[in-house]
C-alpha cells in the first residue's frame, strides 16, 4: 500500500509521462527518444519558453510553483523524489524513475536543473505541431 509520498510520486511520475506525451504530439511516451530528436524537440521547447511573453510587472512568468498535479509543484516534485529515491524499496525505484524523468525533461530544456515551469496547454500544442516524428 502505497503512503502519502509514495503516492504522490505515483501521481507525479503519471503526470509527468502525461506531459511528455502531449510534448511528443500525442504519440504516446513511451521511449527516449534518440539524441538527433531529443536535440530537436529540446529546441522547440527552447524556442517557445524564450518567447514567452513577461508578466505585468515585466518578470518572466515563473511557473516553479505551478502544480503538476493536485498534490506537488515542480519544485516540490524534485524534493519528493530524492525522498523517495533514498527508500530501499519500490518507493525507491519509484524515486530513481523520478529523478530519470526529471533529467530527460531537464536535458530537453537545456541542462541541469532548467526544467522549472511546464508549458502552458498552448505552447505544448505549439511544440507537438513541430515535434520530431518517430
Request: with cysteine; aromatic share 8%; hydrophobic share 35%.
Amino acid at each position: 500500500m502505497a503512503d502519502g509520498h509514495a503516492y504522490d510520486g505515483i501521481e507525479l511520475f503519471s503526470a509527468l509521462c502525461e506531459y511528455l506525451d502531449q510534448l511528443y504530439g500525442g504519440t504516446g511516451f513511451d521511449e527516449l527518444l534518440p539524441e538527433p530528436q531529443q536535440a530537436a524537440l529540446g529546441g522547440l521547447i527552447r524556442s517557445v519558453v524564450s518567447t514567452t511573453p513577461a508578466d505585468p510587472d515585466g518578470d518572466p512568468l515563473d511557473r516553479l510553483d505551478q502544480p503538476v498535479n493536485s498534490a506537488v509543484t515542480l519544485a516540490e516534485g524534485r524534493e519528493l523524489t530524492a525522498y523517495l529515491a533514498a527508500a530501499e524499496d519500490w518507493q525507491g525505484e519509484l524515486g530513481r524513475a523520478l529523478q530519470a524523468l526529471y533529467t530527460y525533461l531537464d536535458h530537453l530544456y537545456g541542462g541541469p536543473g532548467t526544467f522549472t515551469r511546464l508549458l502552458t496547454r498552448e505552447e505544448r500544442e505549439q511544440v507537438a505541431s513541430r515535434a520530431p516524428k518517430r
